[in-house]
């Protein structure tokens, strides 16, 4: 910290402390004028900080009381009655205090007169600022006598004895050829002097200067040594250089300078090795983009395969809407036809068990030709907000009564609630045709098992039964149309929904559980709010 801090704090010290006596004082404006009993109370209380406390007014005599050190240290209050003193000095240059003047806030007649031991005031600050030992302080009054310093022997002599510097007593700050000086005026006529020893500095600064040039000599030295054996290795140096860039040269990017230095020299060869490393990467990564490029042109032969196939599917969906709109005709026609006939042999069970049968047929058909138009569109969805967890629950209900006639217990693993953005409808028949085909490959008195979950951005759902599985090379064909493992059935299911999936931008896996059978796994992109 230097002077001038120490000098702020120095006087900030000082007012806060002079403000703090009049603080201590306001309990005894509390009565006018304050019994004989306080002021001994106050005054025993504060025996090294008040030289003395004089209450008074024009009126009427004053009162002064002051502490009294007896035998034994005991404090003891004098009070004395004098005459009405209208004001004093603020400075006793005697008995070096301050005298703090003010009037009682309640009654203007009433003067206070508190007379602060400077030195006390003084010493507190010092404790708090605790000056290192190469500052020395002066606290004068307005005629340069001495009242406190830390050296002791300069006490009661004027300052202006003992400074070179006749200057400093018209600027705030000056120099010597030993010392640096700060001064201040302070409240009540005092004037605070900082003084620095720079001895010591002016000592450090010698010694430093002295180091340094010995430093710089052996550092000549030391670079002349140095430069010689330099030029002796420099040259070797540039030979491995020279048949290393020629190999490069050549692209063989695996050679490097082995050479190890700290010089410019050993960055030049630092920053080769970093291109010639560089350059293998590049070439490595050339590679990888070219493998990369194989792979991109399969995917895109691939693709276009799959765009050819899907147009061709939409040629065949759109021959199919024409064809199955013609047939949906004829069956109309045939189903009138049946239900008169059903009407007419009502008394006749052959007939009516004949009825029934064609009844089925066609709607067996119908189903037939709706899920061929189903798999051949691409799928329209009506997105909305739906729960997972209420969809999953929509799906069994329907298939609770033929689960229980089986024994077989339909279980839900569902935590919270997961939003998503779906076609409740398509969603619902996706896992009805799951729900279904696990019912179908279950013994009596197993479980199916249907879990939502998060899994990395997506809505995981599950359905899980303990059949026999897919057999082995499976995995992937149950997803064409026409292949299925069941004795009936169409074989569009589980393509159609794989095709409703992928409309929705997710995906559908199948494996086998140890000890299980088949789980299904649809992966759905989860909902996300946007600010």
């Known amino acids: 910290m230097n ?3 120490y000098h702020t704090r120095f006087q900030n010290e000082f007012q806060a402390l002079l403000h703090d006596c009049k603080l201590e004082m306001y309990p005894l404006l509390y009565s006018v004028p304050p ?30 009381i002051s502490p009294v050190k007896i035998y034994g240290g005991e404090i003891i209050s004098k009070i004395d009655t004098l005459d009405f003193i209208n004001s004093s000095p603020p400075l006793n240059r005697d008995r070096r205090s301050i005298d703090i003047h003010f009037m009682h806030p309640a009654d203007s007649s009433m ?34 006598t001495i009242l406190h310093s830390n050296s002791i022997h300069n006490i009661g002599s004027q300052f202006d004895q003992i ?73 070797a140096s540039l030979q491995e250089i020279t048949r290393v860039t020629q190999r490069v040269s050549h692209g063989d990017f695996s050679q490097t300078i082995k050479l190890q230095r700290r010089d410019e020299l050993g960055e030049l060869i630092m920053t080769f090795n970093q291109m010639v490393d560089r350059l293998n990467k590049s070439y490595q990564a050339l590679e990888k983009t070219n493998i990369a ?8 032969t691939r693709t276009r395969a799959e765009l050819s196939q899907k147009q061709r599917l939409a040629l065949v969906g759109e021959t199919l809407s024409k064809i199955s709109h013609e047939i949906q005709n004829k069956i109309g026609g045939v189903s009138i036809w049946v239900q008169n006939l059903k009407i007419m042999a009502a008394e006749n069970p052959t007939i009516s068990l004949y009825t029934l049968e064609i009844e089925q047929s066609l709607d067996s058909f ?25 969809l999953v629950s929509d799906a069994i209900w329907p298939f609770i009564k033929d689960a229980e006639s089986r024994n077989i217990k339909l279980k839900t693993h569902i935590k919270d609630r997961i939003d998503i953005r779906a076609d409740q409808d398509q969603m619902l028949d996706v896992l009805s045709n799951l729900i279904m085909n696990a019912l179908y490959f279950s013994s009596d008195g197993s479980a199916i ?17 303990d059949g026999p599985g897919i057999p082995p090379g499976d995995e992937i064909q149950i997803f064409h149309p026409f292949y299925t493992t069941k004795t009936s059935g169409s074989g569009l299911g589980l393509a159609i929904a794989s095709s409703v999936i992928k409309a929705h931008k997710g995906s559908i896996t199948v494996h086998n559980e140890p000890g299980h059978g088949a789980c299904f796994s649809l992966f759905l992109p989860l909902e996300t709010n946007k600010s």
């Open 3 to 5: 002077l001038y801090n």
């Open 366 to 390: 119908m189903q037939m030709l709706s899920n061929f138009k189903r798999f051949y569109r691409e799928p329209s969805l009506n997105v909305t907000l739906i729960d997972a967890a209420d």
């Open 293 to 300: 490029l194989e792979q991109s042109f399969s995917e895109l």
């Open 35 to 64: 019994s004989a009993n306080e002021l001994d109370a106050f005054i025993t209380a504060y025996p090294i900080k008040y030289i003395s406390l004089t209450m008074g007014s024009p009126e009427s005599r004053a009162v002064r």
């Open 111 to 144: 003067h206070i007169l508190a007379s602060v031991a400077l030195d006390h005031i003084v010493e507190q600050i010092l404790n708090s600022l605790q000056l290192p030992p190469i500052y020395t302080y002066f606290l004068t009054n307005s005629n340069y």
């Open 163 to 235: 400074v070179d510097n006749r200057e400093i007593f018209a600027a705030h700050s000056g120099f010597s050829s030993e010392y640096a000086w700060q001064s201040s005026e302070l409240p009540y006529g005092l004037v605070l002097f900082l003084q620095k020893d720079l001895k010591p500095e002016f000592a450090e600064l010698h010694r430093n200067l002295i180091g340094l040039l010995v430093f710089i000599l052996l550092l000549l030295l030391t670079v002349l040594l140095i430069v010689r054996i330099m030029a002796g290795k420099l040259a």
């Open 449 to 465: 098992k249907c879990t939502v979950t998060r899994n990395d951005g997506y809505c995981k759902i599950t359905v899980c039964d």
